[in-house]
């Protein structure tokens, strides 16, 4: 393994625990309470301690805290209270940096690779920062290096090769290795591994068990059940910002992680809304569908559904399961490598966003600021954009429909000219969905439709997408990410995970704990 | 009939060079993520600066090599400043570039006209017009590319150059320091781009004229730039071919039989026809522009 | 703009001249009829390219769709519909208008093709806009060099005159008695720029025309909404079903067909030929609009104000050559100063905004 600079923390003023090096954890968290501004607790007087030699799973739903525990361990957050300590003493973080010095490295989720350089190039801006190379260190001599690091840990990696040439699993083997030869001795997996296929995952799995024999340690982020059995000597549970579990090997299940990672939640009874009567035809028909993401992995792996006039379908899945590319697809705004979208008996099929929309379609995208709104204009510039179709604007029309979605949603706006970028996150979120419902004639599809609004206005949003169904046969399919607002609002489950579709499930036959299973599996 | 090709050899490397080093300097800045827009002004502030390095007599120097050196520390301070502004600062690189242009016009001026009014002819101040100093400077000129290519695509350098041109918070969070490559990268850019433009007064025209602002020769060498996927190899023959149908119009419009407006018009066809043809072909991932070119160094935090 | 002046007046007073002499024959051109001229092509280019820019699209070919307007006129006024001695009025004007109008298509077709490059080949505008100017430049030349060539130049390459009949001026008797003191002198300034105003006629009507149409199409029609969201973020146009390659296109064709409107005008009103080679005597009002768009801050009602403050440094640039206080170099730097300055302390203006945004 490369060697490190030593560096040390210049902030070491407490008292030091002291101990012998086999018993020190490698990172320690005393107390640990991080809020962020809104007063979200994300984490809430947390203490974690990891050992060197150990693979330990930190597993939880979105939003339990997870990310942001290891974000506090790798200077990205600092904690409000509570201290990190590295091999028994205190440390303070200012950027990752200082992490990566002290052998503390992560690897997320995306990539954080420089599509045009090699991978050796990439290798050599890490080596640099850690002192390890100079501005003049030739590239050649790093593909040497890096195809000697390759060969020691067993990671096949292309040194020559651009980064935009690989596949996803290369990129993230690469950003392994990488966390290797700059020195990592604790490796934070941030849901690296976590949406690759399963074949894939386990070549993962082998180099970790080799890491963790030379001495290293892991910390593995997922709310996968069966991704965190495969490899860690041990399974931290987190739940709304606090551990509630910490199970051995031995005595981890599937079974009981899933109980402790929903806890009460999932015996909670939601309040279904009432069912609609689904007509006899298919509004929307969805054969086998396929998907790429932004970084080209196969997001969605031949998905097939359809929805019925009137009927309100649900998606539930964790987040990044593909979801989000499928309601992207369907709206037409991402290309389908294969399968077919039919829409109204019309085949829209890459046929973009305009065949979609001209049909009646209402879309609540993901990535709301993004593809729901137009920042920089005013709320009626953004509402007029999507319905005025003449060559002059009506604006007085333009203004009566803004001003009903205004009041129909109880937008916080002081006019319907101002402009969206000077609304909260709620209410900006609250134009969008007033807008599409307003625009929906024949379907509705959504991505997560209540994001960022509070529990009074999600649920009359839920009461209104679903009065539509009712009263006008609107065709409703929805992704969320939140299993109880899927099993509120639909009248037909699916589940997606690794852009797999299960289902569908009758809500009245399949018990809550039936479509966990699917989504964590 | 020797005489003759000594002459198209003389000029062809007086165009070349200029355009040549120019273009690489601008590949260089660009290429870290700093879109360039001031180059035409650049392009005749260093020539004024050529002009009056050569004539004045600083520090009791003279001549074509003291020029060519003023241009390029004169260039490079602008280039420090350039880059250094728009990396702090979230502005607005190309209204910043084209108004900077207007002041490199404005400075050219000031510092060449009292340098051009005090001698009678700028050619006993300029490179000899022989074939001797046209091979060593080819010479120079290429060694210059090459081993800007090497530092470029060769060292670690060269790769936190690029890294800030397509990524620059990925860059950060590998540990690169952006300012301070960015300021690297716009001094060795804009020293190439001085460097270059001396040889436009010094060595093509040998003569300098105030009104040659207009003549938008760094636009020209811009477009190579572009033309050439800022690639810094492949701007040898770009820069050979377009300067040659500069200086050689005349002989061109002979050769091809059009009328000589309409050969002048066509490096600058051939430069759209050569993007057009990147973009629709595999060299685009190659050449295509920085992903972060000109886009601010800062990052928008909001999301719902 | 005060820090400009104020950095300015530092870099004279290094260079060794006096700011308070210069700045004194800058703020003369204040007030200078000489102004109007600029400022009223400025200000219909100024609306040109504030339409590509609000859409995002930095339309820096204004050059280009200009002189291939102007040859439009030219074709049409000297070659295609000749005057000849007493032709009717209505004949007159129809030319005109043709004259007028061929331009306008002209300009939108340059600015149409960078369009295409633009949406369709998805190279940069920037580039594109800035190639096609120079293919202008030498299409121009050609054009004028061969087939529009005067017969009646004396001896220089160029196109002949356009007939009187066809030119848009109207001239005002000077006046000869003036009062005296400070209101003389202040009625005698008025009177100028009377003259300069009623000389340039068209050019007042051209300016009411672009501004109007410049308004209607951007805050009443589609188009103007689809360029303006362009502008901010064109990916929500797409999930709304619009073509986002066909707003560039068409974005910059009306950007391109206003600067050859503007163009025609140019040539009706002022020029009244095209020289060659065109690109050495060009008055770079393509480039000069595109910094009055930028010194508008991109609103529709500053662009007249910005038209005017660089109109009066231009004109400042031949004062102190007169003053033999400089020339030329004295506007460039000023104009540009003045940019650089404002470019800059913008910046901060919007920045203390991002911060508290993070906040």
């Not at chain 1, 640099?128 to 067993?154: C, D, M, N, Q, W």
């Not at chain 1, 607002?485 to 009245?508: A, C, H, K, W």
């Not at chain 3, 007249?304 to 031949?318: E, F, K, S, T």
């Amino acid at each position: 393994m490369a060697s490190i600079k030593g560096l040390q923390s210049s902030t070491e003023s407490d008292q030091q625990p002291i101990g012998d090096n086999t018993s020190t954890p490698v990172v320690s968290l005393k107390r640990i309470t991080k809020t962020f501004p809104g007063g979200i607790v994300a984490l809430d007087n947390v203490s974690l301690e990891v050992y060197r030699g150990e693979i330990v799973a930190l597993l939880g739903e979105n939003g339990a805290g997870k990310s942001t525990l290891v974000k506090i361990v790798y200077g990205v957050y600092t904690p409000d209270k509570g201290r990190v300590y590295v091999d028994g003493k205190p440390v303070f973080f200012k950027n990752p940096r200082d992490a990566i010095r002290k052998g503390i490295v992560m690897v997320s989720q995306v990539p954080q690779l420089i599509e045009r350089l090699t991978v050796a190039e990439n290798f050599l801006l890490s080596l640099e920062s850690v002192g390890l190379a100079s501005p003049f260190t030739l590239t050649s001599r790093i593909s040497k290096f890096i195809e000697r690091e390759s060969e020691k840990y067993g990671i096949p990696v292309n040194p020559e090769a651009k980064v935009w040439s690989l596949t996803y699993t290369q990129k993230q083997m690469a950003e392994i290795l990488r966390a290797i030869v700059i020195g990592a001795r604790v490796l934070i997996l941030d849901e690296a591994l976590t949406y690759l296929p399963v074949i894939e995952r386990r070549k993962f799995t082998k180099f970790l068990l080799e890491f963790k024999s030379h001495g290293g340690t892991v910390i593995l982020i997922t709310h996968k059940i069966p991704e965190a059995l495969e490899s860690s000597d041990r399974i931290v549970v987190l739940r709304r910002g606090k551990i509630v579990a910490t199970l051995g090997k031995e005595e981890a299940d599937a079974e009981t992680i899933r109980r402790h990672m929903f806890g009460e939640e999932s015996k909670r009874l939601t309040e279904a809304l009432p069912r609609s009567k689904p007509g006899k035809r298919k509004i929307i028909v969805v054969e086998r569908l396929r998907v790429l993401d932004d970084y080209g992995r196969e997001a969605v792996r031949g998905v097939s559904l359809s929805v019925f006039r009137g009927e309100v379908v649900g998606i539930a899945g964790i987040v990044g399961n593909g979801q989000s590319e499928l309601v992207e697809a369907i709206a037409g705004l991402r290309r389908a490598v294969d399968g077919r979208i039919v829409i109204d008996d019309v085949d829209v099929t890459n046929k973009g966003a305009k065949a979609v929309r001209s049909i009646g379609v209402g879309i609540i995208p993901d990535h709301p600021l993004r593809l729901g709104v137009s920042a920089d204009n005013t709320i009626v510039e953004n509402i007029a954009a999507l319905f005025s179709k003449q060559l002059v604007i009506d604006w007085t029309e333009m203004r009566r429909l803004a001003g009903h979605v205004i009041k129909k949603l109880n937008v916080k706006a002081s006019s319907e000219d101002d402009p969206v970028k000077t609304l909260s996150g709620g209410n900006i979120m609250k134009i969008i969905i007033g807008r599409e419902l307003l625009y929906a004639k024949k379907a509705l599809v959504a991505y997560n439709p209540t994001r960022a609004l509070d529990e009074v206005s999600a649920a009359a949003v839920r009461g209104a997408i679903k009065s539509r169904a009712i009263n006008e046969g609107l065709a409703v399919l929805f992704a969320s990410e939140d299993l109880d607002e899927v099993l509120e609002l639909s009248d037909r489950v699916y589940v997606i995970n690794t852009g797999q579709l299960y289902g569908p499930f009758d809500l009245d036959t399949t018990s809550r704990d039936e479509i966990e299973k699917y989504m964590v599996m | 009939m020797v005489e003759a090709y000594a002459g198209l050899v003389v000029d062809l490397v007086a165009a070349f060079a200029t355009f040549y080093l120019v273009a690489v300097g601008q590949s260089i800045v660009e290429k870290s993520g700093v879109l360039n827009l001031a180059i035409d002004g650049v392009f005749f502030l260093a020539t004024g600066a050529a002009v009056y390095g050569a004539v004045s007599g600083l520090l009791g120097f003279k001549g074509p090599l003291v020029g060519t050196l003023v241009a390029g520390v004169i260039a490079l301070i602008f280039g420090l400043f350039f880059n250094w502004i728009t990396t702090v600062l979230p502005l607005s690189q190309g209204a910043l570039g084209l108004s900077l242009m207007f002041v490199g016009y404005g400075l050219g001026i000031i510092i060449g006209y009292p340098a051009r009014m005090k001698v009678g002819n700028l050619a006993d101040y300029a490179y000899p017009a022989d074939t001797t100093t046209a091979l060593a400077t080819l010479l120079a000129v290429v060694a210059f590319g090459v081993a800007a290519y090497f530092m470029l695509e060769r060292t670690s350098l060269g790769a936190a150059i690029r890294a800030c041109g397509e990524n620059p918070h990925a860059a950060a969070s590998m540990g690169v320091d952006i300012v301070k490559t960015r300021l690297i990268a716009g001094a060795l850019g804009f020293l190439l781009i001085g460097i270059g433009s001396s040889f436009f007064p010094l060595m093509w025209l040998r003569g300098w004229d105030v009104k040659s602002y207009v003549l938008g020769y760094g636009w020209v060498a811009y477009t190579i730039a572009l033309a050439a996927g800022r690639h810094i190899l492949l701007l040898i023959p770009f820069s050979l071919v377009i300067g040659g149908l500069f200086r050689e119009s005349v002989r061109l419009q002979a050769v091809l039989g059009i009328p000589v407006d309409l050969s002048k018009a066509v490096p600058y066809i051939a430069a759209l026809i050569a993007m057009v043809f990147y973009s629709m072909t595999k060299l685009k991932k190659t050449l295509m522009p920085p992903s972060s070119l000109g886009k601010p160094f800062y990052r928008e935090e909001r999301t719902i | 703009m005060i820090a400009g002046i104020l950095f300015y007046a530092t870099i004279l007073a290094l260079m060794g001249r006096n700011p308070v002499e210069v700045i004194y024959a800058l703020a003369r051109s204040f007030v200078s009829p000489g102004i109007v001229k600029d400022f009223l092509i400025l200000s219909m280019l100024g609306y040109a390219l504030y339409v590509s820019f609000k859409g995002a699209l930095f339309n820096i070919g204004g050059e280009g769709q200009f002189y291939i307007a102007a040859i439009g006129v030219i074709a049409i006024t000297l070659s295609l519909m000749p005057w000849s001695p007493g032709q009717s009025t209505a004949k007159t004007i129809l030319v005109i208008v043709l004259a007028v109008f061929v331009a306008t298509l002209l300009g939108g077709l340059w600015g149409l093709l960078a369009g295409v490059f633009r949406g369709y080949a998805g190279i940069d505008e920037v580039p594109v806009t800035l190639l096609l100017n120079y293919v202008a430049y030498y299409t121009v030349d050609y054009l004028v060099y061969s087939i529009f060539r005067g017969r009646h130049t004396y001896g220089y390459i160029r196109t002949d005159e356009i007939p009187e009949a066809y030119r848009l001026n109207y001239y005002l008797p000077p006046r000869t008695s003036s009062g005296e003191g400070l209101l003389g002198s202040l009625s005698s300034l008025a009177y100028q720029f009377l003259r300069e105003f009623a000389l340039y006629y068209a050019w007042v009507i051209g300016l009411a025309v672009v501004a109007l149409v410049v308004y209607f199409v951007m805050y009443r029609t589609r188009l103007g909404l689809l360029i303006r969201i362009h502008g901010s973020n064109s990916d929500y146009l797409r999930a709304i079903g619009v073509d986002v390659c066909r707003v560039a296109v068409a974005t910059l064709a009306l950007s391109g067909s206003l600067v050859g409107f503007t163009a025609s005008l140019y040539v009706l009103g002022y020029l009244g030929r095209l020289p060659y080679p065109v690109e050495e005597s060009t008055a770079n009002y393509g480039y000069i609009a595109i910094l009055v768009a930028w010194l508008a801050v991109l609103e529709y009602k500053l662009i007249p104000l910005a038209a005017y403050i660089v109109a009066a440094l231009r004109d400042a640039g031949i004062n102190l050559q007169v003053a033999q206080l400089g020339g030329t170099e004295q506007t460039f730097i000023s104009i540009g100063l003045l940019l650089t300055v404002f470019t800059v302390v913008k910046v901060f203006t919007e920045y203390r905004i991002e911060v508290r945004h993070s906040g």
